[in-house]
Antibody, heavy 117, light 107 residues
Framework: QVQLVESGGGLVKPGGSLRLSCVAS????????MGWIRQAPGKGLEWVSY????????YYTDSIKGRFTISRDNAKNSLYLQMNSLRAEDTAVYSC??????????WGQGTLVTVSS | DIQMTQSPSTLSASVRDRVTITCRAS??????LAWYQQKPGKAPNLLIS???RLESGVPSRFSGSGSGTEFTLTISSLQPDDFATYYC?????????FGQGTKLEFK
């Protein structure tokens, strides 16, 4: 069955960096678009970034452009999100999701990123 | 960016009620709309894609309709397991955007 397992979250000071990872299993990872979606505590869902199967097509939401970088390693069935220059407003649960045509048909449980001094 | 507005934000209902949630887009998104259900502490679950295509395993009491800028999610007969928060999401153009959510609660 499809599984997505995130890791790498934690507490970081403003201006700091974190790298999130997502390991996928149960499907042909390289065939799928993948994305990161976040949810601030008590808030709604926000698309963060999106990458196609060959890492040729990449999109970022405006609020993280220039600070976050999405990447993937198809040999390791893994998706990454490098987050730099973190701000308090980046505090959220970050989930990776399989996104076959823009919607997300499978989600991980997420990893919490807390940005606080 | 395309803005997605859901109404109502909160909906109080009882078991066996028929409920409808509306999602409006700030510009036409054709039928590129998905609906998700989220329960506290859990990842969202995809219910409907392409505005009206029911995902495998989703009960038939859920249905979606609409095109262009106005969409609805209908639950024909509420069950106890349906009390959750529901989100719409457009995938017509980047950045993909979600509605703010509709919390369905017990009356």
């Amino acid at each position: 069955q499809v599984q997505l397992v995130e890791s790498g979250g934690g507490l970081v000071k403003p201006g700091g960096s974190l790298r999130l990872s997502c390991v996928a299993s149960g499907f042909a990872f390289s065939d799928y678009y993948m994305g990161w979606i976040r949810q601030a505590p008590g808030k709604g869902l926000e698309w963060v970034s999106y990458i196609d199967g060959t890492a040729t097509i990449i999109y970022y939401t405006d609020s993280i452009k220039g600070r976050f970088t999405i990447s993937r390693d198809n040999a390791k069935n893994s998706l990454y999100l490098q987050m730099n220059s973190l701000r308090a407003e980046d505090t959220a649960v970050y989930s990776c999701a399989r996104a076959p045509r823009g919607f997300s048909d499978y989600w991980g449980q997420g990893t919490l990123v807390t940005v606080s001094s | 960016d395309i803005q997605m507005t859901q109404s109502p934000s909160t909906l109080s209902a009882s078991v066996r009620d028929r409920v409808t949630i509306t999602c409006r887009a700030s510009q036409s998104i054709s039928r590129w709309l998905a609906w998700y259900q989220q329960k506290p502490g859990k990842a969202p679950n995809l219910l409907i894609s392409d505005a009206s295509r029911l995902e495998s395993g989703v009960p038939s009491r859920f249905s979606g309709s609409g095109s262009g800028t106005e969409f609805t999610l209908t639950i024909s007969s509420l069950q106890p397991d349906d009390f959750a928060t529901y989100y719409c999401q457009q995938y017509n153009s980047y950045p993909y955007t979600f509605g703010q959510g509709t919390k369905l609660e017990f009356k």
